[in-house]
């Protein structure tokens, strides 16, 4: 019997743990079943109790404690030492078909661009006679970021990185779309849903970073970031990554607003065409008091 399920990602803060709590409410609310599973081991505040979680395996605080490790070096060990220990995952093994199983994961960046952690971790939950789960991604990225548009195309390259390395089905969303929906017409947001070059000619936060004056980096010390980030080198990487981005042509973004309702309605219904949802579910009798109803 296959399962179905997401892995909401991205970069620390991008609300990647909001959205999963809209979508589970959402899901609620058209009485579907969700299977919450937080792999965040750092993860403090919850809108819905995790069903399986990391943090009751192993806790990030204790391994920081006993291996004397960062945060960064803590949350690798937690998912070594879960990578070891795949018993972990048992309890999606009775799931049926109805259940969306959703995974939030962590913000490290590294997770997504150069560790073979979750290549690996994807392939135990997706390989078929197993857990067989239809997976597909949702990679999260701030929409705030299209006001610089080094963090754009930085962040774009990590979306697209993620892409390469994992290899399932991977929707990119511009998240907390009500944050710049005021400051940016409809039509004007238009050109960020496809990363193009043509978006480096007119960044305002290069123009302000010139208005502060420093325009040359051959002499910028590095310790000054404005310095360095308005100079010509900045400029050649900003083309050179939006250039490689854009040969690519694999990314374009959604839109999530998870304030609106039908915001996070359209994301699921994406979802529900990656991994193919609908086609396993077996038709639903309605409750008679329903029949009524309609
Ligand atoms: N305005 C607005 N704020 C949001 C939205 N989604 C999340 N936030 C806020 O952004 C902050 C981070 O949200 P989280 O959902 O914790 O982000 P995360 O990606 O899970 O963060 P980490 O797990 O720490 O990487 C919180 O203060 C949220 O309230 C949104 O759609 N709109
Ligand atoms: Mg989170």
Redesign the pocket.
């Known amino acids: 019997m296959s399962k179905y399920g997401v892995m909401v990602m ?1 970069p ?8 999963c709590a809209s979508l589970i409410t959402h899901l609620q609310l058209n009485r579907r079943s969700a299977f919450y599973v937080n792999l ?1 081991p750092a ?1 403090e505040h919850f809108e819905h109790e995790p069903d399986l979680d990391i943090k009751d395996y192993i806790p990030l605080e204790d391994v920081m404690d006993e291996l004397k490790l960062g945060p960064n070096g803590g949350l690798i060990y937690c998912f070594e030492y879960l990578m070891e220990h795949l018993d972990f995952f048992n309890p999606l093994d009775s799931l049926t078909e109805e259940y969306l199983i959703i995974f939030d994961m ?2 490290q960046i590294e997770l997504y661009t150069h560790i073979p952690i979750l290549p690996t971790l994807i392939r135990f939950l997706t390989q078929p006679g197993a857990l067989d789960i239809r997976l597909c991604a949702a990679y ?1 990225l701030e929409a705030t970021f299209v006001v610089d548009r080094a963090k754009y195309f930085a962040g774009t390259l990590s979306a697209m990185s993620a892409m390469i390395m994992l290899e399932v089905p991977h929707l990119n969303i511009l ?2 779309m ?2 710049v929906k005021d400051q940016m017409r409809k039509k004007d947001f238009k050109r960020f849903i496809t990363p193009d070059t043509t978006l480096l000619d007119d960044d305002p936060a290069d123009a302000a970073r010139r208005r502060g004056g420093v325009t040359v980096d051959v002499n910028a010390d590095p310790k000054d970031k404005d310095a360095l980030m308005s100079g010509n080198s900045f400029k050649k990487l900003n083309t050179t990554v939006a250039n490689l981005i854009e040969s690519f042509s694999m990314v374009s973004y959604l839109k ?4 609106d309702a039908e915001s996070v309605q359209a994301i699921l219904s994406y979802i529900d065409d990656c991994i193919q949802y609908h086609e396993a579910q077996e038709p639903k009798e309605l409750p008679e008091e329903e029949y009524e109803d309609e």
């Not at 620390?12 to 959205?19: E, I, L, Q």
């Open positions: 991205g620390a803060g991008v609300g990647k743990s909001t959205f965040d993860a962590p913000g999260l998240s907390k009500d944050l999530l607003d998870c304030t």
